[in-house]
């Protein structure tokens, strides 16, 4: 490959990079066509941008970012995949589910909500987090279940004062 075109290569690995709130790096090596095809499916149903890439040109294209993700490096060895998307856990979602059924796509270690997450046992904890309309509902959620409480109260006590202003009325 010439120079002109791995620098290309590169160029476009970076644009994609920064195009995307987060990502993952996986293992999916040893899937056949019907399984790689299914991921692939599966990852395009829930707006995941998977590519598999040299591992040399991908921490090159890290580094050109500005960004610092070294804490990467060094899971960047074997097979990766990377998993694109602008929402945080449902990559994590998508790894989790598929390895009810198989080993693959191993996880390796992901970029998410601004932080590195290394390692396996790090797939719950991103599988878990919230998206930012989530977190949106759960604070609307929370500042309306009040308001919805005060104005049950009333709604009812409504009724109770009525009773009671009919049944006074009655006893004269």
């Known amino acids: 490959m010439k120079r002109e075109d791995k620098n290309a290569l590169i160029e476009s690995l970076q644009s994609v990079i920064e195009e995307y709130s987060h990502f993952y790096l996986t293992d999916i090596?040893?899937?056949?066509?019907?399984?790689?095809?299914e991921l692939r499916k599966k990852c395009f149903e829930k707006d995941i941008e998977?590519?598999?890439?040299?591992?040399?040109?991908?921490?090159k294209a890290l580094e050109r970012t500005g960004r610092n993700y070294e804490e990467l490096f060094d899971v960047l060895n074997q097979n990766t995949s990377i998993m694109f998307?602008?929402?945080?856990n449902v990559p994590g979602k998508l790894i989790k589910e598929l390895n009810k059924k198989s080993d693959k796509p191993l996880f390796k270690a992901a970029f998410a909500e601004e932080?590195?997450?290394?390692?396996?046992?790090?797939?719950d904890l991103l599988a878990a987090l919230k998206s930012k309309e989530e977190l949106i509902g759960d604070v609307i959620m929370l500042l309306q279940?009040?308001?919805?409480?005060?104005?049950?109260?009333?709604?009812?006590?409504?009724?109770?004062?009525?009773g009671l202003v009919k049944t006074l009325s009655e006893r004269d």
């Open 29 to 37: 090596s040893g899937l056949n066509a019907q399984q790689t095809y």
């Open 50 to 59: 998977l590519i598999v890439v040299k591992n040399t040109f991908f921490k």
């Open 85 to 88: 998307c602008n929402i945080a």
């Open 115 to 123: 932080s590195f997450y290394v390692g396996s046992s790090q797939l």
């Open 145 to 162: 279940s009040p308001m919805k409480t005060v104005l049950g109260q009333l709604e009812s006590s409504k009724n109770l004062l009525g």
